[in-house]
């Protein structure tokens, strides 16, 4: 098992993210992506945390059984969301008790069911990280948003909190984006304002056009119009998959190229596309 800042000290990461199964058939389903991805030999896996609380104890199950039965590395997602000190001090104990070494602090954001609203003693991701930093055994990440955070006063605003967050963090991860530039924007933007700590890129490729676009609405990504236009037209799922894994392929290219420290594949817990993209990029799998 390890830690994600060591293995970033080391080279480039490849990772996978999961978030935890909801019925028995969606569990299967994850099952079996869990097992054709651990073939490309990940450097870490992560899982996210959902605002609900029994969809809080599947994040534990999930992330608690895969350092337990299998050779990835997990890491789990925590948000602020509806946490006190105590909530955090508790679930932090389970996981150092389970060797989970790896913990991505988010904001989250406020649960859509009212029966899900509970007090919080954190604002924002910092505190979380703050607290992490106490505990001493965490390697820490946080979430970056190459086109700014949707509730952001300013990009500018925006880019000086996370320079303040990833400054006490260790790594950080994007939010899915389309094209390039935005990466190396960040990037560059977080330069000059002192910060150099590893940045990985999220990757999401099209596998269903009207998923992502909605998902794209709501995380403030541009969808650009050539893909957009590559697609109107596009009946065939397979046809959209194929489109939509090439898009992803050249983009991890032009990542990589940027000098990206590692790619993060967002799979919506299926492995075809990422399978594909690992292919078509010539990354290591192993035997
Ligand atoms: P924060 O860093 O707290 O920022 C939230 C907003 O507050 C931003 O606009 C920021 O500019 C602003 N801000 C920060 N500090 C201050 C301050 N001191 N004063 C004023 N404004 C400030 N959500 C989930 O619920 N579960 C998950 O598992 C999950 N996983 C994710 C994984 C990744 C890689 C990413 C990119 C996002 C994930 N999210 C998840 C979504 C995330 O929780 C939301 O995007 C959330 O709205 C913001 O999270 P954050 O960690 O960036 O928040």
């Known amino acids: 098992m390890a830690r994600i800042t060591d293995l970033l000290a080391h080279g480039r990461t490849f990772s996978f993210e999961f978030f935890p199964p909801k019925s028995d ?3 299967l389903s994850l099952g079996r992506a869990i097992a054709e991805l651990e073939t490309l030999s990940p450097s870490f896996v992560s899982v996210t945390y959902g605002a609900g609380g029994s969809t809080r104890e599947r994040t534990r199950d999930l992330v608690t059984w895969m350092r337990r039965e299998t050779r990835i590395s997990p890491m789990a997602h925590l948000t602020c969301v509806g946490h006190t000190h105590d909530d955090i001090a508790e679930l932090l104990g389970s996981y150092t008790e389970a060797g989970i070494e790896n913990i991505l602090a988010l904001g989250g954001d406020s649960p859509t069911d009212p029966a899900d609203m509970r007090p919080s003693d954190y604002t924002y991701a910092l505190d979380l990280v703050e607290h992490l930093r106490e505990a ?3 390697s820490i990440g946080v979430a970056a948003h190459p086109e700014g ?6 990009r500018k605003a925006d880019r000086y909190f996370l320079a303040e967050k990833l400054d ?4 950080a991860i994007t939010q899915f984006f389309f094209e390039a530039h935005h990466y190396v924007a960040l990037v560059e933007e977080m330069a000059a304002l002192g910060i150099n700590k590893p940045i990985i890129p999220g990757i999401m490729p099209v596998t269903n056009r009207g998923q992502v676009q909605r998902m794209a609405e709501l995380s403030g990504a541009a969808f650009p119009e050539a893909l957009a236009k ?10 959209v998959r194929r489109i939509g894994v090439d898009a992803a392929t050249e983009l991890c290219t032009e990542l990589l190229s940027a000098g990206a420290p590692g790619l993060h594949f967002y799979t919506l ?7 594909e993209i690992y292919a078509n990029l010539d990354l290591p799998v192993a035997l």
Request: aromatic letters at 6%; hydrophobic letters at 25%; a negative charge.
């Open 136 to 138: 001493d055994n965490f």
């Open 269 to 275: 817990n299926r492995s075809t596309a990422t399978r």
């Open 25 to 27: 058939a969606a569990q």
């Open 149 to 154: 955070h949707p509730r952001s006063e300013s």
């Open 230 to 239: 590559k697609l109107i037209d596009v009946e065939d799922p397979e046809e």
């Open 168 to 171: 006490r963090a260790d790594f």
